[in-house]
């Protein structure tokens, strides 16, 4: 059976990568195709529900990030105040996609040059895993980790000018979903529904 | 009347395409999918019909039938547009032309047919007799020739008025010299001021006073615009601007920037004319409060003056207006075969997302992103 062709809908462009790697490799039988957003948290806010109604004729999968919200179920009822169409998939990562990546933690540990046990155990009760990212470059040995991803001293930026080249670098490159699921429950809860979401469309 | 309908074969990057037009048409579409090219064959049709114009000139201009035809194109050699004009209700013209070139000599540009029909009609239908006799008329269209074309005018006097918008400020400011030598310089604005100079006065002046308005919500510090000759007699744009001195300051167009010039040229243009504007990337240098209230600007005066205006554009802003319909977005989409183009709403899952309410930026946009972008992260020298 040829795979289904799903749109992607992301908060950002690195939330972007990791969606588009996680059904590639967790969800074959899915597609990824275009990916709409990338402006932010406000945006998906906004637009989801519009995504949800347009569901009825085209899969989506999105992709947020929990921050500051309660819980996944909060955050869930505020974007789909009437429910959830079946053909839509809306994953958040608790509490940012960086905790998805730092529970590749070999993996990671390697790509930003630090010892293993610098790296959590647990990333998902990390409460700013972007600083916590940013942190671990500041260790790193390799010069151009830390040129890229730590902000310059006086910069009012809170990564640094490539972080995020360099993270989407490390997603497409290096990072398992396989392995990074042990470390994180919102990953692994992700892998599981995608692995088992077959949308229901129109003529099939 | 406007262009309903256009047909391209084997032009540039168009193997063969099939699409209808709203009287503003957007176009969206990845780098080099076309865009321009697509705008450039309908400015082929100006340079058929204008003085000084013709079929030798016009693919001369664009570097000869071989720097024309589609790459993507094989077996068929000849390079061919359809267009079928309406005013409203049903198509009332259609002209075709398709060429190609001598197969020996001086591989001048050949017509193989030119049709003119209205209302069903068969006004032109070459070759003809005429020209079997005589193969040297195959160099001209009848377009471009007045006793030729006597019964279908009409669609020569429109397609003369067809203009094109891509102001480069660096050559409004000093491209003179460089106008001269090179063909395509109109294009870009080079003539632009003589163009302005050469308006009636009270239009002119009329037109400026306008733009001065629209322009002071751009550029606050702007009082005054107007039209100078300098000693040599060549027409300069000078603007009056406040500041902490008590006199205001006077600058002409070298000084002024890229953004006012750009703005400035896209405020005159809309009020020359009355035929279709091509309008290649008005965003550029503005700032993204000014684009987002271009399209409704562009309404405006388009409802003023009923002119077909097309657009080309990567702007989130322009396309995010709320007023930008589905049926106006044309698709360009690169593939093995030459870009195709279709209208957004043909697409079911985009039409799905319009119909919620979402904006076309948020909608169409994601689908003209190159599918490898994030290669543009790995760059590093």
Same mark, same amino acid.
């Given at each position: 059976?040829?795979?289904?062709?799903?749109?992607?809908?992301?908060?950002?462009?690195?939330?972007?990568?990791?969606?588009?790697?996680?059904?590639?490799?967790?969800?074959?039988?899915?597609?990824?195709?275009?990916?709409?957003?990338?402006?932010?948290?406000?945006?998906?806010?906004?637009?989801?529900?519009?995504?949800?109604?347009?569901?009825?004729?085209?899969?989506?999968?999105?992709?947020?990030?929990?921050?500051?919200?309660?819980?996944?179920?909060?955050?869930?009822?505020?974007?789909?105040?009437?429910?959830?169409?079946?053909?839509?998939?809306?994953?958040?990562?608790?509490?940012?996609?960086?905790?998805?990546?730092?529970?590749?933690?070999?993996?990671?540990?390697?790509?930003?040059?630090?010892?293993?046990?610098?790296?959590?155990?647990?990333?998902?009760?990390?409460?700013?895993?972007?600083?916590?990212?940013?942190?671990?470059?500041?260790?790193?040995?390799?010069?151009?980790?830390?040129?890229?991803?730590?902000?310059?001293?006086?910069?009012?930026?809170?990564?640094?000018?490539?972080?995020?080249?360099?993270?989407?670098?490390?997603?497409?490159?290096?990072?398992?979903?396989?392995?990074?699921?042990?470390?994180?429950?919102?990953?692994?809860?992700?892998?599981?529904?995608?692995?088992?979401?077959?949308?229901?469309?129109?003529?099939? | 009347?406007?262009?309903?309908?256009?047909?391209?074969?084997?032009?540039?990057?168009?193997?063969?395409?099939?699409?209808?037009?709203?009287?503003?048409?957007?176009?969206?579409?990845?780098?080099?999918?076309?865009?321009?090219?697509?705008?450039?064959?309908?400015?082929?049709?100006?340079?058929?019909?204008?003085?000084?114009?013709?079929?030798?000139?016009?693919?001369?201009?664009?570097?000869?039938?071989?720097?024309?035809?589609?790459?993507?194109?094989?077996?068929?050699?000849?390079?061919?547009?359809?267009?079928?004009?309406?005013?409203?209700?049903?198509?009332?013209?259609?002209?075709?032309?398709?060429?190609?070139?001598?197969?020996?000599?001086?591989?001048?540009?050949?017509?193989?047919?030119?049709?003119?029909?209205?209302?069903?009609?068969?006004?032109?239908?070459?070759?003809?007799?005429?020209?079997?006799?005589?193969?040297?008329?195959?160099?001209?269209?009848?377009?471009?020739?007045?006793?030729?074309?006597?019964?279908?005018?009409?669609?020569?006097?429109?397609?003369?008025?067809?203009?094109?918008?891509?102001? =480069? /400020? #660096?050559? @409004?400011?000093?491209?003179? +010299?460089?106008?001269?030598?090179?063909?395509?310089?109109? $294009?870009?604005? %080079?003539?632009?001021?003589?163009?302005?100079?050469?308006?009636?006065?009270?239009?002119?002046?009329?037109?400026?006073?306008?733009?001065?308005?629209?322009?002071?919500?751009? =550029? /606050? #510090?702007? @009082?005054?615009?107007?039209? +100078?000759?300098?000693?040599?007699?060549?027409?300069?744009? $000078?603007?009056? %601007?406040?500041?902490?001195?008590?006199?205001?300051?006077?600058?002409?167009?070298?000084?002024?920037?890229?953004?006012?010039?750009?703005?400035?040229?896209?405020?005159?243009?809309?009020?020359?004319?009355?035929?279709?504007?091509?309008?290649?990337?008005?965003?550029?240098?503005?700032?993204?409060?000014?684009?987002?209230?271009?399209?409704?600007?562009?309404?405006?005066?388009?409802?003023?003056?009923?002119?077909?205006?097309?657009?080309?554009?990567?702007?989130?802003?322009?396309?995010?207006?709320?007023?930008?319909?589905?049926?106006?977005?044309?698709?360009?989409?690169?593939?093995?075969?030459?870009?195709?183009?279709?209208?957004?709403?043909?697409?079911?899952?985009?039409?799905?997302?319009?119909?919620?309410?979402?904006?076309?930026?948020?909608?169409?946009?994601?689908?003209?992103?190159?599918?490898?972008?994030?290669?543009?992260?790995?760059?590093?020298?």
């Amino acid at each position: 059976m040829s795979p289904i062709k799903v749109s992607l809908i992301a908060e950002g462009p690195l939330d972007e990568q990791v969606l588009r790697q996680l059904l590639i490799q967790s969800a074959p039988h899915l597609l990824p195709g275009v990916c709409h957003g990338k402006k932010g948290r406000i945006w998906l806010n906004t637009n989801l529900i519009n995504f949800n109604k347009a569901a009825h004729s085209w899969p989506f999968v999105s992709l947020g990030d929990l921050e500051h919200d309660e819980c996944p179920p909060t955050l869930l009822s505020l974007w789909y105040p009437n429910g959830k169409h079946g053909n839509i998939q809306s994953r958040i990562a608790v509490r940012m996609v960086e905790s998805w990546l730092l529970a590749d933690r070999e993996a990671i540990a390697q790509f930003l040059g630090v010892a293993l046990h610098h790296i959590p155990h647990s990333p998902e009760d990390e409460i700013n895993p972007k600083l916590v990212m940013v942190n671990l470059a500041r260790r790193s040995r390799y010069r151009i980790i830390k040129e890229d991803m730590v902000p310059p001293i006086n910069s009012s930026g809170s990564v640094g000018k490539n972080y995020r080249g360099q993270l989407e670098k490390f997603v497409v490159e290096k990072w398992q979903a396989k392995r990074a699921q042990n470390c994180s429950p919102s990953l692994q809860h992700a892998v599981r529904s995608l692995k088992h979401f077959h949308p229901v469309l129109p003529g099939n | 009347m406007h262009i309903s309908h256009i047909e391209l074969y084997s032009w540039k990057n168009f193997r063969k395409i099939n699409v209808g037009l709203t009287e503003r048409a957007i176009l969206v579409g990845p780098n080099a999918s076309g865009k321009s090219n697509f705008l450039d064959a309908i400015r082929f049709l100006r340079d058929l019909a204008s003085p000084g114009g013709g079929l030798q000139r016009a693919v001369e201009d664009r570097g000869g039938v071989s720097k024309i035809r589609c790459l993507a194109a094989r077996q068929d050699p000849d390079v061919g547009i359809t267009v079928t004009l309406s005013n409203g209700g049903p198509a009332e013209w259609k002209y075709e032309i398709k060429f190609n070139q001598e197969s020996r000599g001086y591989r001048r540009p050949i017509l193989v047919s030119e049709i003119v029909t209205r209302n069903g009609e068969v006004i032109l239908d070459r070759p003809n007799e005429e020209d079997k006799d005589d193969k040297e008329r195959l160099t001209q269209t009848a377009l471009e020739q007045i006793n030729l074309n006597a019964k279908f005018r009409e669609i020569a006097q429109f397609f003369e008025k067809i203009s094109y918008l891509h102001l =480069v /400020p #660096q050559i @409004i400011r000093s491209g003179r +010299e460089w106008g001269a030598l090179n063909k395509q310089a109109e $294009v870009f604005g %080079y003539n632009f001021l003589t163009r302005i100079a050469k308006t009636q006065e009270k239009t002119r002046d009329a037109r400026l006073r306008r733009i001065t308005q629209a322009l002071k919500v751009a =550029v /606050p #510090q702007l @009082i005054e615009l107007h039209l +100078e000759r300098d000693e040599r007699g060549i027409p300069h744009l $000078v603007g009056k %601007y406040s500041h902490w001195r008590p006199k205001p300051a006077k600058q002409n167009e070298e000084s002024f920037s890229d953004g006012t010039l750009r703005l400035l040229g896209l405020l005159w243009s809309l009020q020359e004319g009355d035929g279709p504007l091509l309008l290649e990337e008005p965003e550029l240098s503005l700032h993204s409060g000014v684009v987002r209230r271009l399209p409704s600007l562009i309404h405006r005066i388009q409802r003023q003056r009923k002119r077909q205006i097309f657009i080309s554009t990567h702007s989130f802003e322009l396309l995010s207006d709320e007023g930008i319909s589905g049926d106006e977005i044309l698709m360009l989409v690169p593939s093995q075969e030459g870009t195709q183009i279709h209208s957004a709403i043909s697409r079911p899952e985009i039409r799905a997302l319009l119909e919620t309410g979402l904006s076309v930026a948020d909608a169409v946009l994601p689908y003209t992103e190159p599918p490898d972008l994030e290669q543009l992260e790995l760059f590093s020298s």
